[in-house]
Nanobody
Framework: QAQVVESGGGLVQAGGSLRLSCTAS????????MGWFRQAPEKEREGVSC????????YYADSVKGRFTISRDNAKNTVYLQMNSLKPEDTAMYYC??????????????????WGQGTQVTVSS
């Protein structure tokens, strides 16, 4: 049974940094692209970043480009999201997801097969 578990969220001041981690189990990790989404209260879930199975291709939403970096370690079945220069508008529940589509920009929730429970990121002004 596939499982995806996020960690690393927390409370940080504006301008600060956090690194989210997501570990997958029960699936062949390098058969999957991985993505990060976020959802703020009363807003739709939005794609933040995604990475191909090999890690060679990465994609970012315009709102985080230049501030966030996605990476993966296939030996550890883990994907990371390094978030720098955080802003209050980055406050949201962050979700990790796995997609059987192995490459390409994947920013639609329907493109993903497995989801984590989320980790809260709160950025204070």
């Amino acid at each position: 049974q596939a499982q995806v578990v996020e960690s690393g969220g927390g409370l940080v001041q504006a301008g600060g940094s956090l690194r989210l981690s997501c570990t997958a189990s029960g699936l062949k990790f390098d058969d999957y692209s991985m993505g990060w989404f976020r959802q703020a209260p009363e807003k739709e879930r939005e794609g933040v970043s995604c990475i191909s199975w090999s890690g060679e291709s990465t994609y970012y939403a315009d709102s985080v480009k230049g501030r966030f970096t996605i990476s993966r370690d296939n030996a550890k079945n883990t994907v990371y999201l390094q978030m720098n220069s955080l802003k209050p508008e980055d406050t949201a529940m962050y979700y990790c997801a796995a997609s059987h589509v192995i490459a390409g920009p994947l920013f639609l929730p329907d493109e993903y097969n497995y989801w984590g429970q989320g980790t809260q990121v709160t950025v204070s002004s």
